[in-house]
């Protein structure tokens, strides 16, 4: 008697053997970096492993390729936080950051913020930012997007709710 592994089960491992290989040099050619393509490659099946449902696959490049691409945005988003995280360092006159740990934990709280912010409606966003950056008063920042104070209200109403809701508040 051999052990045979339920049906979505067999479909996934199908869908990996039969798509591995074309993945994997898919990513490599977008990223000119074999480590990092192998490392989405596999971060691209555990998405597909832990998804609640076994998809139906009638499409499995155009499915793989849609979950790789999102990862793929994501890795360039954290580089382009981490670059930006780099360059507010260089500037400063001494380190802000003792450890490889303290600056991993900053690194980690910058994409936390970076996800929230990418979550809000870009108006939502822009008063936020303009609010909590910038300084500006409501009616200044409505002034600046041409909308009433009542508007910018709502907004700040919004992004504070997205804030409490990610647990974020104390680090915004």
């Avoid at 290989?21 to 989405?40: E, F, I, N, Q, S």
């Avoid at 979950?67 to 006159?93: F, N």
Wanted: proline share 5%; hydrophobic share 40%.
């Amino acid at each position: 008697m051999s052990f045979q592994a339920p049906v979505g089960q067999q479909s996934i491992a199908a869908l990996y053997n039969d798509h591995h290989g074309w993945l994997l040099g898919w990513l490599h050619r977008k990223l000119d970096c074999p480590h990092l393509a192998t490392d989405l490659t596999h971060d691209t099946f555990l998405r597909v492993i832990t998804r609640p449902s076994t998809p139906d696959c009638r499409e499995p490049k155009a499915y793989l390729t849609t979950i790789a691409r999102g990862l793929l945005i994501d890795h360039w988003r954290r580089q382009d936080v981490e670059r930006a995280w780099l360059e507010t360092l260089s500037v400063l006159p001494q380190p802000l950051v003792s450890s490889p740990e303290e600056y991993m934990q900053v690194l980690e709280a910058l994409y936390q913020v970076d996800q929230l912010l990418n979550k809000l409606k870009p108006k939502v966003r822009e008063a936020f930012l303009l609010s909590q950056l910038d300084g500006l008063t409501y009616s200044q920042i409505a002034e600046k997007l041409g909308v009433g104070e009542r508007m910018i209200k709502k907004y700040m109403a919004q992004a504070m709710l997205a804030c409490l809701s990610a647990e974020l508040v104390g680090a915004v």
